[in-house]
């Protein structure tokens, strides 16, 4: 097995192709399909998830997809250079039920958190609640999860801006996002940061699926946050207090003027650190 550490740049170019081969062998994949262009890996999977027999976990990437899609009908812009894929899971095998799958993303942002954090020592990274990776307060990573009941099968689909940079993007993600490339300043092995993201996510699956507390202590550390001022928008309404964490079930916690509030899902539309709350340590 070869953990080259990603850092290693030497000559790298931006669109280095993926190591199926390393990536087998590096982890527990049951089946690996890598595509040079789709439309989007999530619907790629959804389909594959109709399938009777079907040989899982399994991933299904692509090197540039031209409908990437994000939550609530948001394009997701998947230059080459960037690392899109998407893991089919069989959730019922993981004793994973429906009420846990909202949880199933906060998952996969720990696992990137910590699967990039040796890339990006000294900068500012966490998990904004509830399925986006910042880094330097821009977003470096989404996880678009959806799941198939009559199957009991889930699809987490994870986009990292890796290689990609944001000179070449589109100004309204220009201004928002960034990538390990234009925070770190040179290239990295994509096919080392999928291994790394995908072994971090097997262990975090397993901390769910076991109620493992150390889940909850891992996004809670993480998040982007805790003891911030915080807006968020539930579908009906526009929430607004200082946050004071993620609780077990994954529901963000808000000290609001009303009390205390528990919003199981939302956008964050806005938030901004409290003067005087400390650094996050993270
Ligand atoms: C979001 O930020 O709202 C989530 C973005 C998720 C993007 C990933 S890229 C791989 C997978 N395929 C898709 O079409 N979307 C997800």
């Known amino acids: 097995m070869n953990h080259a550490d990603p850092r290693e740049p030497t000559g790298r170019s931006p669109h280095d192709s993926i190591d199926v081969a390393a990536v087998r062998m590096a982890t527990d994949l049951r089946a ?9 890996t999530n619907d790629a999977a959804l389909q594959r998830c109709e399938a009777r027999d079907l040989a899982l976990p399994m991933l299904i990437g692509a090197d540039e997809q031209t409908a ?6 948001h394009r997701w812009w998947s230059a080459e250079g960037a690392l899109t894929f998407s893991l089919i899971i069989d959730a019922a095998r993981l004793g994973l039920d429906p009420p846990s799958w909202p949880r199933i993303a906060l998952a996969a942002g720990v696992a990137v958190c910590r699967a990039v954090r040796p890339l990006v020592p ?5 998990l904004k609640w509830p399925n986006d990776v910042l880094l330097e307060g821009r977003k470096l990573a989404g996880i678009l999860v959806e799941g198939v009941l009559h199957t009991r099968r889930v699809v987490i689909g994870i986009g990292i801006n890796v290689n990609n940079s944001m000179a070449d993007a589109p100004d309204d993600i220009r201004r928002l996002a960034t990538s390990l490339r234009d925070a770190g300043g040179t290239c990295v092995s994509r096919t080392q940061v999928l291994i790394a993201v995908l072994r971090e996510l097997n262990l975090a699956l397993e901390w769910l699926s076991h109620r493992d507390a150390r889940l909850a202590a891992q996004w809670n ?26 609780d077990d079930e994954g529901s963000l916690v808000l000290e609001t003027q009303d009390g205390q509030r528990r919003l ?12 005087g709350a400390g650094s996050s340590g993270r």
Do not use: N, Y
């Open 32 to 40: 690996i399909e890598w595509h040079g262009r789709l439309p989007s």
């Open 122 to 126: 000294e900068k500012d990274l966490g």
């Open 264 to 275: 199981q899902t939302g956008t964050v539309t806005h938030f901004h650190r409290i003067a």
């Open 68 to 73: 990437g899609r994000g939550r609530a009908a």
């Open 221 to 246: 550390h993480w998040s982007a946050l805790r003891g911030c001022q915080v807006c968020v928008h539930t579908g009906q309404q526009h929430v607004e207090g200082r946050c004071i964490g993620i």
